[in-house]
Nanobody
């Protein structure tokens, strides 16, 4: 059974930092693309960042330069380092795994985590 479990969310003031983690289990295909998405109530789930097995990354324009996605294949863990947080970064953050970048970009990964809440106050 595949599981993705996020952690590291919380409440911070604007300008602060958080590091999200996503522990994966149940599969060992390191070729999977991994990604972070976020969603606020009443809106669609938006892609934040993606990373391939070779380390190739993509970022949404709104987070580029502030967020860094990384993965530790030995630990089967995905990370999202978030710096200079803004109130508009407030959302539920989800990690996802997919066999291709296209699947992530379409918001159709094979697996989703349960989410971790990030709240940024001004």
């Amino acid at each position: 059974q595949v599981q993705l479990v996020e952690s590291g969310g919380g409440s911070v003031q604007a300008g602060g930092s958080l590091r999200l983690s996503c522990a994966t289990s149940g599969y060992t295909d390191s070729r999977y693309w991994m990604g972070w998405f976020r969603q606020v109530p009443g809106k669609e789930r938006d892609r934040v960042a993606t990373i391939a097995s070779d380390g190739t990354t993509t970022y949404a324009g709104s987070v580029k330069g502030r967020f860094t996605i990384s993965r530790d294949s030995a630990k089967n863990t995905l990370y999202l380092q978030m710096m200079t947080l803004k109130p508009e970064d407030t959302a539920m953050y989800y990690c996802a795994a997919a066999p291709s970048l296209a699947s992530l970009w379409l918001g159709r990964p094979d697996y989703w985590g349960q989410g971790t809440q990030v709240t940024v106050s001004s």
